[in-house]
C-alpha cells in the first residue's frame, strides 16, 4: 500500500503562497503608499490621478481606460500608486516629444523643391546655394505678406505656419508665381506644398506634434506645382472660396487610413 510522505516546509506552493502574503502586506504598507506618493509629486507631468486618467481613457482604447480607473480607487496600494507614478512619467515624456496637442488651431505648411537633390549634385555646391536664396527671396516674403511666420527652413524647403489656411493659400499661389521668375541652368524650380490644419504643441518658437508630421506627410504627396489641403484645411477655408479636386487617398505612415487631400486648381484669393 502506498504511503503519503509528509510535506515539507518550504515546498512551491507554500513559498508561493508566503510570497502572496507579503506582496499584499507591503501593497497595503502606509509608509511605502506615502513614500511613492511622494515620489510622484516630484516626478513631471499631471499628479492628480483623476485628471491623469481622464486624459488617458481619451487616449486609450476603454478596455485600457477601465484597467487605468482600477488603479485609482479610494484605497489605492503601492502597486497603484508605482503604475500612476510610471504612468504620470510617460505622459509628460509623450508630451515633451510633440505627442501632446497644443491650444491654438494654425494651419501648417511645408514646401519643398522637385528633383533639387539631383540637379545639385551636378550643378554644384555654388549654384545650388546660389539657386536656394534666390528661392527663398521668391517664396518667403509671400508668407510674412500674409500673416504667416517661417518656422524653419528645411534644406531646400520650408516649414511656415498661418492664423488660417486661406492665408497660406494665398502665399503659396503667390510665391509660385515669383518663383516662376527664378532661373537656374539645366533646371526649372518648382515646389511642391501641403497645407493642414490641426493643433501642433509650440516649443521654443517650433511645432511639434501629430498634425505637423501630417502636414508635411500631406506636402510629400505633392507632385511638381501642386498645392494639396488636407481634408480639416478644406474645410476651414469653406467650398465656396477655393475650387478643388480629389486626389487619391493619402497614404503614409502616421496618417488614418481615411485621409484624403485635394488639389488646388483655383481660390479666391482678393
Given at each position: ?11 512551491p506552493d507554500e513559498i508561493v503562497s508566503t510570497l502572496a502574503e507579503t ?227 493619402l497614404t503614409a505612415k502616421g496618417v488614418p487610413d481615411d485621409f484624403r ?10
Amino acid at each position: 500500500m502506498a504511503t503519503r510522505r509528509k510535506r515539507k516546509s518550504g515546498q512551491p506552493d507554500e513559498i508561493v503562497s508566503t510570497l502572496a502574503e507579503t506582496g499584499r502586506k507591503l501593497n497595503r504598507d502606509p509608509r511605502l503608499i506615502s513614500a511613492l506618493q511622494v515620489l510622484r509629486q516630484l516626478l513631471p507631468g499631471e499628479t492628480s490621478s483623476g485628471k491623469l486618467i481622464s486624459k488617458e481613457v481619451e487616449r486609450q482604447p476603454r478596455v485600457i481606460g477601465r484597467m487605468l480607473e482600477e488603479a485609482s480607487t479610494s484605497k489605492p496600494g503601492a502597486l497603484g500608486e508605482a503604475g500612476l507614478g510610471a504612468l504620470q512619467l510617460w505622459q509628460s515624456i509623450s508630451d515633451a516629444q510633440g505627442r501632446g496637442k497644443g491650444k491654438k488651431e494654425v494651419a501648417i505648411v511645408f514646401t519643398d523643391l522637385v528633383d533639387f537633390s539631383t540637379w545639385a549634385l551636378e550643378a554644384g555646391d555654388d549654384a545650388a546655394v546660389k539657386l536656394l536664396h534666390d528661392v527663398g527671396d521668391a517664396i518667403e516674403p509671400p508668407v510674412k505678406d500674409n500673416g504667416g511666420q517661417v518656422v524653419k527652413r528645411l534644406g531646400d524647403g520650408m516649414m511656415a505656419v498661418f492664423k488660417d489656411p486661406e492665408a497660406g493659400v494665398r502665399a503659396i499661389l503667390e510665391g509660385r508665381k515669383r518663383l516662376g521668375r527664378v532661373k537656374a541652368k539645366g533646371y526649372r524650380p518648382q515646389i511642391r506644398a501641403g497645407i493642414h490644419v490641426g493643433k501642433p504643441r509650440k516649443v521654443k518658437g517650433d511645432y511639434f506634434g501629430v498634425d505637423v508630421n501630417i502636414a508635411a506627410r500631406v506636402a510629400d504627396g505633392a507632385k511638381g506645382g501642386e498645392l494639396l489641403l488636407s481634408d480639416q484645411a478644406l474645410d476651414a477655408i469653406g467650398a465656396d472660396s477655393i475650387e478643388v479636386r480629389p486626389r487619391e487617398r493619402l497614404t503614409a505612415k502616421g496618417v488614418p487610413d481615411d485621409f484624403r487631400v485635394y488639389a488646388v486648381t483655383s481660390a479666391a484669393t482678393g
